[in-house]
């Protein structure tokens, strides 16, 4: 039991250090897939369902870095739908939280990348805890 106590501290201390919390937080979407693929410090943290832009409605594809983070916002395009937890990387192109849960795992946005609100939650303190300067979002076909 000590061991077991002992080496969660030391766990703990390590994730502490400057080199964890200097950890670059690489965000990849696969639009054919319908995944995203946060990776911290190049190690696989989280696989999630995502919902891209549909029909004419297009997601940008390339590399991008976080423009502009909101906690809460509403559309102005879209009739103020709620996008929680909103990550701006693109224009008005955001990664944000859905209520619209059923659609995730197949291409139903206008554009943006639509994930869980708790999802969404967790990649927005991600990158606000790293800092938008040490994200990178590549999305991809």
Known sequence: MLRVVLLSCVLA????????????VTVQVDISE????????GELQHVWAVSTGRGRYRTPTGNFRPRRLERSWYS????????????????GYAIHGTNHVRQLGRRASHGCVRLSRGNAARLFSLVR???P??????IRH
């Open 34 to 41: 319908q995944r995203m693929r946060v990776y911290v410090g």
């Open 76 to 91: 102005r395009k879209y009739d103020n739908a709620p996008m929680p937890h909103s990550i701006f990387f693109y224009g």
């Open 133 to 138: 300067g040490r994200v990178r979002i590549a």
């Open 129 to 131: 805890r790293h800092g």
């Open 13 to 24: 201390l390590i994730s502490l250090t400057p080199q964890a919390a200097n950890a670059r």
